[in-house]
Structures are given as C-alpha cells and as structure tokens.
RNA sequence: GGGCGAUUAGCUCAGCGGAUAGAGCACAAGCCUCCGGAGCUUGGUGUCGCCGGUUCGAUUCCGGCAUCGCCCUCCA
C-alpha cells in the first residue's frame, strides 16, 4: 500500500518537473511517507513540498498543489488527497483499497511481512558467545533472545543470516577452568587443599569434579598435574559447552556455526595475522610485547596482542576471527554485545579498517544490563561468588515464552529490569499473555465457526465489502502496517518494534472483540460471518507470524 | 579524569526532523443470558533533565552542562 502510493508521488513528482512547473533538481529528493497521528491528517503523508520549498523559492502549499494536480490515479487507491498545515500533503486511501489488504494476508500467510528490502545480501549475526566457563545467566539470555529476534527480523527483511556462536576454549580462563576442577576434584578426593579466590567458586565446578571422581576415580592423581589440569580443562568445557546448547536450544535458540577459538590457533591463524600485521607495520614490540596500532584507527591507544610472556592477549585472537568473517565475505557482520564490553569496539573497528576493510562492515549492538528483581526487589547477584540465577533457572521458573518476550520488551540500549514473579503472572500486567491470548481466542472463534458449518475455504468466498465499520477498518489499517514494523525492525535493528506493534494490534482486536451487539464475529448471517472469520483470521496470521519472529510460541488453547 | 549509553506522566517505558507527545501499570467507577474476563469501557495528568545551535519546523539532529548506569589490565 505505502509502497504504490510512494511510486504514485514519485511519478508525480517527475511529471511536474518534466513540465517545467517546478524548477530542475540534481537528484530527486525521497520521498518520506509516515502514518500521521492523527486520522484526520489521512492514512499517510508526505513533506516533500516542504522539503523542496526553500530549494524552490515557494510557498510548501503552492508546490503541494502542483504534485497533485500531477498525480494520477488509475487503480482508485485515494478517495481524497489535500494540502494541509504548513504544506503536508495528506492522502486518504479508499476504503475498498483496504478489503485488498486481507487478501494479501490470507494470500501470503505465513510470508505476509517479509519483504525483498535486504536483496539477498549475507549478513553474518554473532551472539551470546559466552565463555564456556559457567552456566548462561540473564544477561545471557537477555543477548539471545535480542540475537535471534534480529536474525529472524533480517531474514524476514531478505536478507541471508548465518548465526553464529564464538567460542573462547582457548587462554587463560580455561587454564583457570581446568585448575578450578582440577582442586575440586583432589578436596573430592581428601586432599585438603586450598580453594583459591581466583578459582570459579560456583557449585557447578564441583559437580563437575564429581562427574570426573565417578568417571576417572584417582586417575588424574597420578599422572603430571600439568597434564591432570589440561585434562579437567578439556572436560570441564566441553560439559559446559554442552550445557550452553542445551539451555539454548530450551530457550529455542540455534546457531548455524559455532566456531571455536582454539581452531583459530591450532591453525596457525593467529600467528599468521600478527605476522601480516607485521609485514604492514601494524603492529611493534614495545617494553617487551607486541602492540597494534590501532590508535591510528581511532581507537585512544595502542593495544597490546603479544604479552610479555610470550601469550597472546584475548584481542589478537578476535582480530584473527574477524579476519576470517571478512574473508567469508559477509556483506554486513553485527556482533552483538553486553554494554560492559563496549570499550572493545574502537579497537575492533579499528583492526577491521587496518585490514583494508570499511569499518562500517561490521556493526556492533551493546545490549544493556538485566537487573533481575522477584518481586520488586533485586535478586543478589555475584559472578565472583559464584551466586548468580542461571538462564535454565529462568527457563525453567518462566517459561520460554515469556522469558524470551519480557527480554525483547525494551529497546536494548536500556537496562532491564526483569521480575521474575511478574514474569510468571497470568495477568494483564504481563503482557506476552495478552498476545497469545488473541491467538487463542482467535483459534477458538474459527474452531466454532467450523462446528456451525463454515468451512474453512468459504471464509475466502464472504465479502469483504461486508467489513466496513470504522473499527474493523482501523484493524485493517493497522494490519496494513506490518510489513512496514518488520522492514523497519530490520533497518534500525531493534527487535523491540516487533512486540510493541502487536501489542497495539492485539489491543485493537480485544476492544473490537468485545463489543459483541455489533461486532459478533459468528452469527446466524452467513456472509458476515463469512467475512468477519476472513478479517480475524487475518490477525490471528500476524499474530501468529510476529510471535514466530520473537520466538514465541502461538497458543491455539491456553 | 576519559569513553559509551541513558534522562519523556506517580511507576515501567514507546515514540521514523513534522501537525494537538502515547501505552501499560497503579488509582477510581462500570461491563459476563453472549465466539473464552489471561479481557473490555470511561476517567488526567507532562517546563519531553537544563542551556545554546542547526532548521520553515526539534522530544527527535549537533554542542555544552547536570544526574544516573556501565567501562577505562600486557583480564576475559
């Protein structure tokens, strides 16, 4: 819809200049087209004659009336076009332009909302990425359910998505690991040895020992303790590892590639960066390490990537892995983040421009802090202590459902306060219930409308025409919209306009729902009836398919 | 001290440079002979943190200031 009346006024635009009423542009200038607050301003605007104005030398209102007297209208989209304001050209479509609208719906189905805007381009989404030393937490989910939300959106937008998970099972904090298991594992045993501070103090290390003490009985104590750490290291991660995909794949999260760090090294990839870096200057030794110079790249200063003692720093082995996503030859890569790593991006950025690439390749989202609360008061949290609510916990307490739409209900450059008994609430104040409600009223109304004797098939034979109350015209009208939510979804990658717009919709349809002496959906009227199933089938679709973006499921019964 | 983000109704938050800034919660009063009340209807609030700038037009963009959060290791 917004599309045909946006090429209508761009011919009309060009006509007018053809004609020489207006006088001669560079470059035609886009047209905006927005959906006015107000109905009285129409179903879509534009400001294009104010745009022009001062570039023309005249009155907004005067160039207004020159576009439209240039407008044509052979398909009947408008029933009225006027000049308003300051000179916003407003147009109404006409009413039975929007009957089109549940067509397309029903036509497209499970389609409806996707669009062709991202041309096949590859775009490369890399989330989560947690290290494989403890159990997910919140923020965790928090990040995969932004993650997969915003795949999904992109895919929808026509783009192509890999998803990708980065595992760091490699440096220091998997020695740690290892170490960590490793002294539980000889307390298990009787040895009494000291726990130390910088150890994982959770109580999923000593799970973990256990696990080794019945697997390996005093084995590890007998061999060199080099080896007898690397061992529990090895063990330890790929556990928790398994555990991450698991609490994933419950929180109905998949990834096309988890690609792990140590491969980056057994490969000899790392070393072969630093040495290219070398061979162009990029990097020097300085008070016995190797520095990048990524200040050249707008990053504040230099950063190291060999330490003095020979090891390399997490940083060199990300520059490797973002050398390889640039070889793979992404069209757009966006690595999504927890704010508190946000001091890490002019460095990326700048290794990414200091390997020849634009810097704009990759994009970065900083997904701000979960602040878990139960019942309005903050839940203790230490990830030192080891004291943290894990995501299975959350999962589990939750629900998927709501865990993953409470998550997606902010824009995530907010922190987020998460409740977890609000999150369990069946009541109004949680609103995920709200959505899935319509989706199973919806289902309910076409499982009685089947029992009365309408089929399926004849919804597609009523009359649209039928449908003409005000209110079920604004349903439409916002109906219409959708694809529009996902495009845009997409461009600015927020994930949270999805919700909020079925949140509106869903609150159009329980207003109109519930006028029941003028509103009946299933009456004894057989083309109404016919007509309105068509109209609420339609919303149930969307529902439907917005739901499935956010990972939702889309109750026919609750 | 430096950086990033935020600041919109009592609370939690939406808001694509546009016209009279919205939603949910909370509060109050109503609504089931009915296709599911996990719902609906009706009530009213705002110096859009402050000061400048750009613009025909700024809650929106830019700069400064204030406040809050996070970060600022040869950590990951």
């Not at 609208?101 to 669009?115: E, F, I, M, P, W």
């Not at 109404?528 to 990972?551: D, E, H, K, Q």
């Amino acid at each position: 819809m917004k599309d045909k009346l946006g090429r209508m006024v761009r011919r009309a635009l060009e006509s007018a200049l053809a004609s020489g009423q207006l006088r001669p542009v560079q470059v035609l200038p886009s047209i905006g087209l927005e959906t006015p607050k107000t109905p009285a301003h129409g179903d879509y605007s534009t400001n294009i004659a104010m745009a022009m104005a001062s570039h023309q030398k005249r009155r907004p209102q005067d160039i207004a009336r020159i576009i439209i007297d240039h407008m044509g209208d052979a398909d009947h989209l408008l029933s009225k076009t006027e000049v308003a304001g300051p000179g916003f050209i407003n147009f109404f479509i006409a009413q039975d332009q929007w009957y089109e609208v549940l067509r397309t719906v029903h036509d497209q189905n499970k389609a409806y909302g996707t669009s062709e805007r991202g041309q096949g381009q590859r775009v490369q989404v890399e989330f989560v990425s947690a290290n494989p030393t403890g159990p997910l937490h919140v923020g965790h989910g928090r990040c995969a359910a932004v993650g997969d939300t915003l795949a999904a959106v992109l895919k929808a937008a026509g783009y192509e998505v890999e998803k990708e998970y980065y595992v760091n099972d490699s440096g220091r904090q998997i020695l740690t690991l290892g170490r960590s298991v490793f002294l539980r594992y000889r307390q298990l045993l009787g040895d009494p040895v000291a726990f130390p501070m910088d150890a994982y103090q959770g109580d999923y290390i000593k799970d973990l020992a256990r696990m080794l003490v019945d697997r390996e009985g005093k084995r590890l104590l007998e061999i060199p303790e080099e080896e007898a750490t690397g061992l529990c290291a090895t063990f330890a991660a790929d556990e928790i590892l398994a555990g991450i995909r698991e609490d994933l794949e419950t929180f109905g999260v998949s990834f096309d590639r988890w690609f792990s760090e140590q491969s980056l090294y057994d490969s000899g990839t790392v070393q072969a960066t630093i040495q290219d870096l070398r061979y162009r200057d990029l990097v020097y030794d300085h008070e016995g390490a190797v520095w990048f110079r990524t200040n050249k790249f707008g990053d504040e200063k230099d950063r190291v990537v060999v330490r003095g003692n020979g090891l390399t720093t997490y940083f060199a082995s990300d520059i490797a892995y973002h050398k390889d996503k640039l070889e793979r030859r992404f069209d757009r890569i966006i690595d999504i983040w927890g704010a508190d790593h946000h001091g890490y991006v002019p460095r990326i950025s700048a290794s990414i421009q200091a390997m020849g690439h634009d810097r704009q390749t990759c994009e970065f989202i900083l997904v701000q802090l979960v602040n878990l609360l139960r019942g309005g008061k903050p839940v203790a949290m230490s990830t030192r202590a080891g004291e943290f609510v894990t995501l299975r916990q959350v999962i589990d307490e939750v629900g998927r459902d709501a865990a993953r739409f409470l998550f997606l209900l902010r824009h995530y450059d907010s922190p987020l306060d998460f409740d977890l008994e609000l999150a369990k609430k069946q009541s109004n104040e949680n609103p995920v219930y709200y959505l899935q409600y319509v989706h199973a009223r919806i289902s309910n109304i076409l499982k009685k409308a089947e029992e009365r004797g309408y089929k399926n098939r004849g919804w597609h034979e009523g009359f649209p025409e039928l449908i003409n109350l005000p209110e079920e015209i604004h349903l439409i009208k916002l109906m219409a919209r959708y694809p529009e939510v996902v495009a845009q979804s997409a461009r600015l990658m927020e994930p949270h306009r999805i919700p909020f717009y079925l949140k509106e919709l869903a609150g159009a349809f329980h207003a109109y729902y519930h006028d029941r002496s003028s509103h009946q959906v299933v009456s004894d009227d057989a083309g109404l009836s016919a007509a309105r199933l068509f109209l609420v089938s339609a919303v149930r679709m969307i529902i439907r398919n917005g739901l499935a973006l956010m990972g939702v499921s889309a109750p026919e019964i609750m």
